[in-house]
Structure formats: C-alpha cells, structure tokens
T-cell receptor, first 114, second 114 residues
Framework: SQTIHQWPATLVQPVGSPLSLECTVE??????LYWYRQAAGRGLQLLFY??????ISSEVPQNLSASRPQDRQFILSSKKLLLSDSGFYLC?????????????FGAGTRLSVL | AQSVTQLDSQVPVFEEAPVELRCNYS??????LFWYVQYPNQGLQLLLK??????LVKGINGFEAEFNKSQTSFHLRKPSVHISDTAEYFC????????????FGDGTTLTVKP
C-alpha cells in the first residue's frame, strides 16, 4: 500500500533562518506531488505541485521554493524565513492517471517563525 | 478557472442531530468533487468523492453528499452526528481534464456538542 511521510512534525525557526521540509511517498511511482500551506483558521493554499522529477509549478509568488530530486521525494525550502511563513504545511500526492486526482495527505508540519 | 465556496465557516450542532455542510462550486467544464476531513493537527483524509454516475454518494463515517449540477452544489450530510465528528471539513473540485491539481474551499469547522 502507499504511504506518505512528512517531517518534521513541528518546527520553530527564527526569522531569517533557512527552511527545509521533506516529503517522501512509498508504494507508488511517478506520483503528482503537492505542497500546501494552511494558515490559522483558513483553507488550503496550493504552493507548488510537480508532475515529475525536476518539474515544479509555482502557484503563488513568495520566498519559498520546491524541488523534486527523486521521483518520490518533494522538498520545500526557503533561504530566509519571514514571520508570514508561519503555518501548517501539508504535502500530498495523487496518482498521475485514472484516479481523478484523489489526493492523499501527509500528517503536516507545524512551522512557527519567531 | 474553478472556484469553491463553503457557505458556512462554523457549524455547531448537538450530538445525534442531523447536519448539512454546504459547498458550491463554479467551473466552465465538468468537474470531479470531493470532501475531505481534517482532525486537529493532522493531514486531510478523503471522506467521499463524486466522479460520475449516481449523484448521491456515500462515504466513510456515515456521511453522504449529493451532486446537483443545476445548482452547482455538493452538500455534505449526516443524519446523526457524534462527538467524534468534530473536525474541519473541506470541499474540493478538480477539473474533468484532470489537470493535476484541485481547488479547495476555505473549510467548515463542525463542532458537535454533548
């Protein structure tokens, strides 16, 4: 069966520090991969999605970036965090074909920028 | 472009009462519709989906939803809620062309009181 792992679960970082959040998927190949941010009391904002290695689409301009160095690995990064980067970050995957983009989510990373 | 509107940000109900969480969407093409549930500090979990066929779909935990094309709605219902149903619920839509990404509503917080 397929599983998705996301870490760390919680993270407290000072303003201006770098960020690296990692997400890996097991049990499937060539998944679509997604990074979302969920601010307190608000819905999900799609940040990045990827349909293959090295293929990243950015949905919103910001100081975050994403990379997909391997088929089932998706990394969210920042060189310098801002206070506004605080939130709950969710990684998700979906099958590339035939499943109408049903998404499966990781447990999330709670990021607090102080 | 597609959009999703969840008409109620918060819905408080008493245990064993019925509940309806409302979702309206707009799209110029055919869509697939989903409801996800998020328990505190966790990722999202698929509750149910409409892909095609019968407009009444049943999901996990006794929830069901009805797709109404003329009213562009996909309301979620449960005839009798439990305390354990307290969570945030998200409606989502994917274009029929399966472009690889979904649009999520802002979420509805369901609070079940004893």
């Amino acid at each position: 069966s397929q599983t998705i792992h996301q870490w760390p679960a919680t993270l407290v970082q000072p303003v201006g520090s770098p960020l690296s959040l990692e997400c890996t998927v097991e049990g499937t190949s060539n998944p679509n991969l997604y990074w979302y941010r969920q601010a307190a009391g608000r819905g999900l904002q799609l940040l990045f999605y990827s349909v293959g290695i090295g293929q990243i689409s950015s949905e919103v301009p910001q100081n975050l970036s994403a990379s997909r160095p391997q088929d089932r690995q998706f990394i969210l990064s920042s060189k310098k965090l801002l206070l506004s980067d605080s939130g709950f970050y969710l990684c998700a995957w979906s099958s590339g074909t035939g499943t109408k983009n049903i998404q499966y989510f990781g447990a999330g990373t709670r990021l607090s920028v102080l | 472009a597609q959009s999703v509107t969840q008409l109620d940000s918060q819905v408080p109900v008493f245990e064993e009462a019925p509940v309806e969480l409302r979702c309206n969407y707009s799209s110029s093409v055919s869509v697939y519709l989903f409801w996800y549930v998020q328990y505190p500090n966790q990722g999202l979990q698929l509750l149910l989906k409409y892909l095609s066929g019968s407009t009444l779909v049943k999901g996990i935990n006794g929830f069901e939803a009805e797709f109404n094309k003329s009213q562009t709605s996909f309301h979620l219902r449960k005839p009798s809620v439990h305390i354990s149903d307290t969570a945030e619920y998200f409606c989502a839509v994917t274009r029929g062309t399966n472009a690889g990404k979904s649009t999520f509503g802002d979420g509805t917080t369901l609070t079940v009181k004893p």
